[in-house]
T-cell receptor, first 113, second 115 residues
Framework: SQKIEQNSEALNIQEGKTATLTCNYT??????LQWYRQDPGRGPVFLLL?????KEKRKERLKVTFDTTLKQSLFHITASQPADSATYLCALGSSGGSYIPTFGRGTSLIVHP | DTEVTQTPKHLVMGMTNKKSLKCEQHMGHRAMYWYKQKAKKPPELMFV???????INESVPSRFSPECPNSSLLNLHLHALQPEDSALYLC??????????????FGNGTRLTVT
C-alpha cells in the first residue's frame, strides 16, 4: 500500500541550529512533492514545491531535497528561530491521484531559545 | 490571516441537526477542496471542485453534501452527523487543478464537534 512517513516524534533543537525533517514514501511515483507548515488550530501554509526532475530547491532559510531513488525528501531550516516552531507536513502528488496532494501526518518542530 | 475565509470558526451540533460550513476565496482560483483533519493526523481529501463542477468525491458518506454556488464560494452541508465526524474541516483553493503548478491555499478551518 502507499505510505508517506514522517517522524511522529517531535524534533527539538536549539535556536540557531539547522533543523532537518524527513519525508519517506513507498509505492508512489510522485510528480512533485510539497512542504507545508501548520500551526495549532490553523490551516497548512504552503512553503516549497519540488518536482520529480529536481534535486534541490531553496527559499530564504529553507532548503528541500528530493531523492527519487531513496524515495525521500529532506527539509532543512537553517539558523532556526523559536518562531519556526510548528508542524511541517509533506505532501505528494502523482498521476495516480489526479495530482491532488496526499499529506503525511507531519513532524512537530520545537526550537528552543 | 489567510486569503481563504472559512465560517464559522467553531461549530457544535447535535446528531439530528442540519448545518453548513462556508468557504470563500477571491483569488480567482478555479479549483476548491474540502479536507478533513483529525488531531495528530494528516488532512484527508473529501471533495474537489474544478470550474464549479464536482470532479472528485473520495467516497464520502452522503451526510456530507458539498455545493459550489459560484467560483468564489464553497459550502459543505452537514446532516445527521456522528460523533466520529468531529474534526477540523479545511477548505483550500488552487489556481487550477493541476497542482504541480499551483499549490493549495488553505483557510484556517472550522472546528466541528458533534454531540
Amino acid at each position: 500500500s502507499q505510505k508517506i512517513e514522517q517522524n511522529s516524534e517531535a524534533l527539538n533543537i536549539q535556536e540557531g541550529k539547522t533543523a532537518t525533517l524527513t519525508c519517506n514514501y513507498t509505492n508512489y511515483s510522485p510528480a512533485y512533492l510539497q512542504w507545508y507548515r501548520q500551526d495549532p488550530g490553523r490551516g497548512p501554509v504552503f512553503l516549497l514545491l519540488i518536482r520529480e526532475n529536481e534535486k534541490e530547491k531553496r527559499k530564504e532559510r529553507l532548503k528541500v531535497t528530493f531523492d527519487t531513488t531513496l524515495k525521500q525528501s529532506l527539509f532543512h531550516i537553517t539558523a532556526s528561530q523559536p518562531a519556526d516552531s510548528a508542524t511541517y507536513l509533506c505532501a505528494l502528488g502523482s498521476s495516480g491521484g489526479s495530482y491532488i496532494p496526499t499529506f503525511g501526518r507531519g513532524t512537530s518542530l520545537i526550537v528552543h531559545p | 490571516d489567510t486569503e481563504v475565509t472559512q465560517t464559522p470558526k467553531h461549530l457544535v451540533m447535535g446528531m439530528t441537526n442540519k448545518k453548513s460550513l462556508k468557504c470563500e476565496q477571491h483569488m480567482g482560483h478555479r479549483a476548491m477542496y474540502w479536507y478533513k483533519q483529525k488531531a495528530k493526523k494528516p488532512p484527508e481529501l473529501m471533495f474537489v471542485y474544478s470550474y464549479e463542477k464536482l470532479s472528485i468525491n473520495e467516497s464520502v458518506p452522503s451526510r456530507f453534501s458539498p455545493e459550489c454556488p459560484n467560483s468564489s464560494l464553497l459550502n459543505l452541508h452537514l446532516h445527521a452527523l456522528q460523533p466520529e465526524d468531529s474534526a477540523l474541516y479545511l477548505c483550500a483553493s488552487s489556481q487550477e487543478r493541476d497542482i504541480g503548478n499551483s499549490p493549495l491555499h488553505f483557510g484556517n478551518g472550522t472546528r466541528l464537534t458533534v454531540t
